[in-house]
């Protein structure tokens, strides 16, 4: 199964939907291709859904943490919402979990950026 990516707005708050594998090859690339292209014009608050990620290798944790320094670099804020156990875990594991701003709802995610 490949990943798929889509994004909607919300208060000011660019939402990524992705379901599917973020996995070395296609699925990190549709991240940071995702991730580049929403810099490029400009959103500065993006809110990634992990809630329909079903698997996350070390290519895909990798693309999580650049794509969270390339938000930051550029003044903007990267979250993460609704992380599978499978996920949640993952990160710990790998000491994570601590740099993400990890959300479990959508509502309280959006107020959590910056106005």
Known sequence: MTMKASNRRVD???ILDLSGRITLGEGSVVLRDQIRDLISKGEKKILLNLGDVTYIDS???????????TVRNQGGELK?????????DLLQITKLYTVFDVKDDETSAIKAFTK
């Open 59 to 69: 290519s895909g944790i990798g693309e999580l943490v650049s794509a969270f320094t």
């Open 80 to 88: 993460l919402l609704n992380l599978t156990k499978k996920v949640h």
């Open 12 to 14: 000011g708050v660019t």
